[in-house]
């Protein structure tokens, strides 16, 4: 097969594998981020590691500030979050007490998470970020970034 025999299908699916190669080069962690995702896994409490979110650094920043992964913010409220975390949940009724405990339970974890990252040398703080992808993936639309 020569060059001008390649198909126009041929070049998309290699256009598509350079893009998601790229896309992946690019969101990458840094060797530093990984170093405390792997500390977060070893020292995680049972529950943080079995949460249906995996709260995850994405990158440290040059003065010390851990940017974190989560799924809530105030575009993305915890309801909408909760629904996708708990499906059998209420998240219509903001009284509801299985919808008060799974608030409480998001809460606590992505706390259990910040605090073992900020314990660790050279950490001076960790910045929240929302996790577009995790979301994107579970079919919950974004407002543009």
């Known amino acids: 097969m020569t060059f001008k025999q ?3 299908w041929q070049w998309l699916l290699v256009l598509l594998a350079l ?15 990984r170093g405390l995702n792997d500390i977060l896994e070893a020292t995680a409490s049972p529950a943080l590691r079995a949460y249906p979110y995996p709260f995850r650094v994405l990158r440290v920043q040059q003065d010390g500030v851990a940017v974190m992964g989560t799924p809530r913010n105030f575009d993305v409220p915890a309801r909408r979050v909760i629904a996708v975390l708990y499906p059998g949940i ?4 903001p009284n509801d007490p ?7 339970t ?7 998470a910040r605090g073992i990252v900020e314990a660790q040398p050279g950490i001076k703080g960790v910045k929240w970020e929302l996790d577009r992808a ?12």
């Open 134 to 145: 995790w979301l994107g993936a579970r079919g919950i639309d974004l407002p543009p970034p």
């Open 90 to 93: 209420d998240v219509s009724n």
């Open 19 to 33: 893009v998601f190669v790229a896309d992946w080069a690019i969101q990458r962690p840094d060797a530093r981020a």
């Open 106 to 112: 998001l809460a606590a974890r992505q706390s259990e």
């Open 6 to 8: 390649i198909r126009i």
């Open 98 to 104: 299985a919808f008060v405990e799974a608030q409480q």
